[in-house]
């Protein structure tokens, strides 16, 4: 029996939609292979890694916690991709985010100010936007390939946070920890119920996920973004400039990072410290591909890329398994939703067998 | 004087791993192919070509499965991009988040563990030679091997039939094809030869250069061997200028540490990035330079058609 490959009259919307299903079922089964091969019995990982760390309410507020930064940044990515503008530094925006807000929470005059999470808020994501805006400008002026330079300057934030939070920013009575003192409690999120660390930062997320919603479904301008990104020729026919989708889908993705990492030094972290983001910006990626560059989808995607992780710390703890396994993981999902896109455009077709 | 020598011998040594990797990635674009993977294809290699030596593998041996590691990681992004039609992108960045958790996993054995490095081999009569034998000619095999792959790509490319065959397929796929290359397999051969360079560039770091096994220990050279690529306006003798500059930059820094320059390491550290940046803006405002090489199917799928 043989098989041939032949495009699809039209894309197929059943696979489009089963696309990520699938790649999320055999990312479940090679990971069961994988535990197997640690010598564990694959039904009880699996049930450690995906179960049980939802099982109860505190887990079920740590996967909201954690999807929370991830649908955020998401969004504000997608508006990129959909532009064909691809910022992979949403860790360094995160990042700068992170510590321009914890500066104003630890060094404005009045430390019990109303106004303190609003400014932080601002901070964060206008320092977010602030280290978009250099590839942005980069490449809207001087035609730099902005995937290069949003990756270096990854880098180069993670270099200052941890220059802060070892130098000048470290805390005197923190026993030398890399981390700041603790934000005054004006500058942090109160959690809804202080046995969970859940706070209303994840409202943040909600308006970001409609808002995102309307402007790549309901707005001329998101309308325009997208054209650029999928018939660049037409786009540049029609007046559409690609300065502006530059800019903006740079910026959307900047501040949406910057949120980000305000919320995280503000809400469960309630410091600056190494360690800010277990790798948020980068994971945020593939929910973005996985949620398909849609604001719905992308709930979807940040719910299972937050379980991903969380299914990680737990079978660390539980099983004593490695860590790295989140990050394989998180690739094999995206190496199979990209093989199942595949299917979307074309099919296997059974050759008949010539007599 | 000894301190010019010094630095002339790092730079050269610092800029080894960056020229085996950018090397391959030059030979996968020229073929039209954008694999963004090499800081995943890099570590993947580091980390096995570690774990040979660590077991008592010879080390040509060693840096052998670091080149097939790579090469094994590249054909993964092979598959999705040149068999699937994946986004290019998208296929190098899953291969880049993978590589990194990958090598992770293995290496979490091998933290700080001392390995016996890559032994210098001098060049007889010319490392003998003063001021000059020290600074060009006390190195080990890898870098003598990079010098000539420096060479021997460039002559593949511009002076071979099979090169030209090759830059042809980077430039227009379709006409390849109607005068029966076959595309893909030879886009399937650049690839891999793009893994299994970037999977030596990795051995490097973990068997010569540290030598250790420290995780993510590769810091983001894989992407500045993509930033040298375009440096280079994809000819490889600019490449090796290229290459010698971010080598400079990573001993000056260094140097600077040991010198007690005043300005705290992390901000010192930051400069080959921040290098990085500056030198991709002046390349790249200049359009005219930056097109006359560039493979106009870069990161095009091709499908055969008929």
């Given at each position: 029996m043989r098989f041939t490959i032949e495009q699809r009259p039209e894309p197929s919307v059943t696979m489009r939609l089963a696309a990520p299903v699938i790649a999320t079922a055999l990312t479940l089964f090679v990971g069961s292979i994988l535990f197997l091969a640690l010598g564990h019995d694959p039904l009880r990982a699996f049930h450690a890694f995906f179960i049980q760390p939802i099982s109860t309410m505190n887990g079920l507020s740590e996967l909201l916690l954690k999807a929370s930064p991830l649908i955020l940044i998401a969004c504000g990515l997608a508006i990129g991709f959909r532009a064909n503008v691809w910022n992979i530094g949403a860790e360094g925006q995160l990042i700068m985010g992170a510590i321009a807000a914890s500066g104003i929470g630890l060094f404005w005059p009045n430390p019990?100010?109303?106004?303190?999470?609003?400014?932080?808020?601002?901070?964060?994501?206008?320092?977010?936007?602030?280290?978009?805006?250099?590839?942005?400008?980069?490449?809207?002026?001087?035609?730099?390939?902005?995937?290069?330079?949003?990756?270096?300057?990854?880098?180069?934030?993670?270099?200052?946070?941890?220059?802060?939070?070892?130098?000048?920013?470290?805390?005197?009575?923190?026993?030398?920890?890399?981390?700041?003192?603790?934000?005054?409690?004006?500058?942090?999120?109160?959690?809804?119920?202080?046995a969970y660390r859940l706070t209303p930062a994840i409202f943040i997320t909600v308006v970001a996920v409609i808002a995102m919603w309307l402007f790549t479904d309901r707005s001329f301008m998101g309308y325009k973004l997208t054209v650029g990104g999928a018939a660049p020729r037409a786009a540049r026919y029609a007046g559409f400039r690609e300065s502006s989708a530059i800019w903006v889908g740079l910026l959307a993705g900047g501040g949406a990072a910057g949120i980000a990492g305000m919320a995280e030094a503000a809400g469960p972290l309630g410091q600056l410290s190494s360690t800010i983001s277990p790798g948020y910006g980068f994971a945020a990626i593939i929910v973005a591909f996985i949620g398909r560059l849609n604001a719905f989808g992308i709930v979807l995607g940040g719910l299972l890329l937050s379980l991903l992780i969380l299914g990680g710390e737990t079978v660390q703890i539980t099983l004593g398994m490695p860590s790295a396994i989140t990050r394989i993981l998180q690739g094999i999902l995206l190496f199979f939703l990209l093989a199942a896109d595949f299917f979307i455009f074309y099919r296997l077709r059974r050759l008949k067998e010539a007599v | 004087m000894s301190l010019f020598i010094a630095i002339v011998a790092g730079t050269i040594i610092a800029a080894t791993p960056l020229v085996f990797a950018a090397l391959g990635e030059l030979v996968v674009e020229k073929s039209g192919v954008l694999n963004l993977g090499i800081e995943g294809m890099m570590l993947i290699g580091a980390v096995f070509a570690f774990w040979a030596v660590f077991a008592g593998l010879p080390m040509p041996v060693a840096i052998l499965i670091g080149a097939l590691s790579g090469a094994a990681a590249s054909l993964i992004f092979g598959v999705l991009a040149l068999t699937f039609m994946t986004n290019q992108y998208a296929a190098g960045l899953a291969l880049a988040i993978f590589g990194g958790g990958v090598s992770a996993f293995i290496g979490r054995g091998f933290g700080s563990t001392p390995i016996p490095s890559l032994a210098r081999l001098d060049i007889p009569f010319l490392s003998d030679i003063p001021v000059l034998g020290p600074m060009f000619f006390r190195f080990d095999p890898l870098v003598y091997l990079g010098l000539f792959m420096v060479v021997a790509v460039g002559w593949f490319l511009y002076r071979t039939k099979a090169g030209l065959i090759l830059r042809t397929i980077g430039e227009s796929p379709q006409s390849a094809h109607a005068i029966g290359q076959p595309v893909i397999r030879i886009r399937y051969m650049a690839v891999l030869f793009g893994g299994a360079m970037a999977g030596i560039g990795g051995a490097y770091l973990s068997v010569a250069y540290t030598p250790l096994w420290v995780e993510n220990m590769t810091a983001g050279k894989g992407w500045i061997a993509l930033a040298l690529v375009v440096f280079s306006t994809w000819r490889p003798t600019r490449l090796l200028v290229g290459a010698w500059l971010f080598g400079g930059m990573t001993i000056l820094q260094l140097q600077g540490q040991a010198f007690g320059l005043r300005v705290p390491s992390e901000l010192l550290s930051a400069v080959p990035y921040l290098a990085t940046i500056v030198v991709l803006v002046i390349i790249s405002r200049n359009r005219q330079l930056l097109m006359l090489n560039f493979p106009a199917s870069l990161a095009k799928p091709f499908r055969p058609s008929g």
């Open positions: 019990d100010s109303v106004l303190l999470l609003p400014l932080m808020f601002l901070a964060g994501m206008l320092a977010g936007m602030a280290w978009a805006g250099i590839p942005a400008f980069l490449r809207a002026r001087m035609n730099t390939n902005e995937i290069l330079v949003t990756l270096m300057l990854t880098y180069v934030a993670a270099l200052v946070l941890s220059w802060l939070v070892h130098g000048p920013w470290r805390d005197p009575m923190g026993f030398n920890f890399p981390q700041t003192a603790l934000l005054p409690p004006a500058a942090m999120f109160e959690p809804f119920d202080y | -």
